[in-house]
Nanobody, 125 residues
Framework: EVRLIESGGGLVQAGDSLRLSCTAS????????IGWFRQTPGKEREGIAG????????YYADSVEGRFTISSDYAKSTVYLQLNDLKPEDMAIYYC??????????????????WGQGTRVTVSS
């Protein structure tokens, strides 16, 4: 069974940092692609970062480029998302996603077959 467990969300002030973790199980981690989406009420899910263990390539949405960093620890089957200089508009539920092909030609939600339960990030101004 594929499982993606997110952690690390919380309440912070604008300008602070958080590190989200996504621990994966039930599939070959080294051979997959992992991404992060976020969603706020009334808005569509936004794909904000992705990393391929096959190519090593990464992706960042314009909204987070330069502030967020995605990385992998293959020994722990864990992907991290470092969130720096958080802004009120970053407040959302953050979801870890996986594609077992190892590639992510698109960040559209329908491409990603596996989703975690989400972790909430709250940013106060």
């Amino acid at each position: 069974e594929v499982r993606l467990i997110e952690s690390g969300g919380g309440l912070v002030q604008a300008g602070d940092s958080l590190r989200l973790s996504c621990t994966a199980s039930g599939f070959t981690f080294n051979g997959s692609a992992i991404g992060w989406f976020r969603q706020t009420p009334g808005k569509e899910r936004e794909g904000i970062a992705g990393i391929s263990s096959v190519t090593g390539s990464t992706y960042y949405a314009d909204s987070v480029e330069g502030r967020f960093t995605i990385s992998s620890d293959y020994a722990k089957s864990t992907v991290y998302l470092q969130l720096n200089d958080l802004k009120p508009e970053d407040m959302a539920i953050y979801y870890c996603v996986a594609d077992l092909s190892g590639h992510f030609p698109t960040m559209k939600p329908m491409f990603w077959g596996y989703w975690g339960q989400g972790t909430r990030v709250t940013v106060s101004s």
